[in-house]
């Protein structure tokens, strides 16, 4: 019969640290009963009339794309986002108006008396839509993608969005003939349709290099991709047998530009490998500089001994960031 052996000093401890853990992690974590909500559960149906804007509505605002839009949408699906107000004591209002003074004009406009909307707990009258995310046109095609797929006509979808029909046919095939590495690359990017349909004369391969390219680049615009095509070797280009014209440009310029571009790829593939590690030195050694400096006795050293070695420290301490300053 074997006798259990007894618990080690440091495996108490252990064991007492993590019991201590566990009872910290306990005590802030938040208790679900008392996160507090920012609206009402249910929504209220009121009176157009009863409603109250808390900001001036600027008639030139009807004028607007946006507003030509949003009366589109309420009027062929309704509307999707109810208005946002405060909760007033009397049940007949005035009720205050903190969010969706457009669609309450575009309400008023269509004849319509009552609208359901959501009531706040806040009576702040902040923007709920500071934040908002703007649709990618990637996202954009697979939303109509899939209205189209579950029985929506493109006609329909024109109306509601009110956008030519030959626009939502484009829009439809936006990624016909995307390889699906390069459409993940730019997902959430906002490229124009400009860029999709000049990453289609490119083969697979190319596409995903030139989609790095200007996601790397910060830059989605026509003439930066229409910069790759033309460094683009033809043998990467979906019609190897057509010569590439670029009006201004001749042959041995566009030679150049591929050879140029191509080194510029390079270039960029070397520094892709080694930045996450020379970024993460960088930081280290700023964090110690400052550490250096906030010692008295050793600025005044530098200062005395070596003035160039702490002008420059402080240059480095100073830096919000280590990528270099843009030019203005």
């Not at 309400?107 to 009258?125: F, H, N, R, T, Y």
């Not at 009006?247 to 510029?264: C, D, F, N, V, Y």
Request: proline residues 5%; charged residues 25%.
């Amino acid at each position: 019969m074997t006798q259990d052996k007894p618990l080690q000093p440091d495996a108490v401890k252990l064991g007492c640290e993590n019991d201590k853990a566990a009872e910290a992690i306990e005590a802030i974590r938040p208790d679900p009963d008392a996160v507090k909500l920012g609206f009402e559960k249910d929504c209220v149906t009121v009176s157009i009339e009863a409603i109250l804007p808390v900001r001036a509505f600027n008639a030139s605002v009807k004028s607007s794309r946006k507003y030509r839009q949003i009366t589109a949408s309420i009027r062929e699906v309704g509307l999707v986002e109810p208005p946002v107000i405060s909760r007033n004591q009397d049940p007949i209002g005035p009720w205050m108006l903190l969010d969706g003074h457009i669609r309450i004009e575009v309400l008023k406009d269509l004849g319509i008396k009552q609208v359901e909307c959501l009531v706040s707990i806040d009576d702040e009258a902040f923007t709920y839509n500071k934040r908002i995310s703007r649709l990618a046109p990637v996202q954009e095609h697979k939303m109509i993608r899939k209205a189209i797929e579950r029985g929506v006509s493109e006609e329909k979808i024109a109306l509601a969005l009110d956008l030519n029909p030959r626009s939502i046919h484009r829009k439809a095939r936006l990624l016909d003939g995307i390889c699906k590495e390069a459409i993940t690359i730019l997902k959430d990017k906002p490229c124009t349709a400009a860029v999709f349909e000049t990453l289609r004369k490119m083969k697979a391969l190319r596409q995903i290099e030139a989609a790095e390219l200007i996601v790397n680049a910060n830059n989605f615009s026509v003439a930066y991709i229409s910069a790759i095509l033309v460094g683009t070797p033809q043998t990467q280009l979906v019609a190897t047998t057509k010569p590439k014209r670029i009006k201004g440009i001749t042959p041995e310029a566009m030679a150049r530009m591929e050879s140029e571009l191509a080194r510029l790829q390079e270039g960029i593939t070397s520094i892709q490998d080694s930045y996450g590690k020379d970024h993460l030195q960088l930081a280290v050694i700023k964090g110690y500089l400052e550490k250096l400096l906030g010692n008295a006795r050793i600025v005044r050293h530098l200062m005395q001994n070596r003035p160039e070695f702490l002008t420059q420290f402080q240059v480095i301490t100073e830096m919000a960031s280590s990528m270099p300053p843009e030019e203005g």
